[in-house]
């Protein structure tokens, strides 16, 4: 059965989708900590964020600096907080918040 974050990246559930490429996907959080909480997935569904090749684990950090800086320009902060929390849905994700 597919993970809540598959059907998002498919579109079978609605989102606000930040931004997609060939292998990952972003979207705002529907229960955000701060306005702009935005998760970031790969669109392979792999429960466990370490269990992600190195290729996949870069690539997904590396998508997400690119949303970090985006997430920046429309929320004006300081930073932003990054987060692997991975205890609720069994698809590997990070946590951007501004």
């Known amino acids: 059965m597919a993970t809540i974050f598959s059907r ?3 579109g079978e559930i609605p989102c606000y989708k930040i931004a997609e490429d060939e ?3 972003a979207f705002l959080d529907i229960n ?3 306005e702009g909480h935005t998760l970031v997935v790969p ?3 792999t429960d466990y964020i370490f269990d992600l090749d190195d290729d996949q684990l870069a ?3 590396i998508f997400s ?3 970090a800086a985006a997430i920046k ?3 004006p ?3 932003i907080g990054i987060a692997v929390l991975g205890l609720e849905v069994p698809h590997a994700h990070i946590h951007l918040v501004p």
Do not use: T, V
């Open 32 to 34: 955000p900590l701060k």
């Open 59 to 61: 690539g997904l950090i």
């Open 43 to 45: 669109k392979q569904e």
């Open 23 to 25: 292998r990952y996907f």
């Open 65 to 67: 600096k690119k949303i």
């Open 77 to 79: 902060c300081n930073r």
């Open 8 to 10: 998002i990246i498919k």
């Open 73 to 75: 320009k429309a929320f």
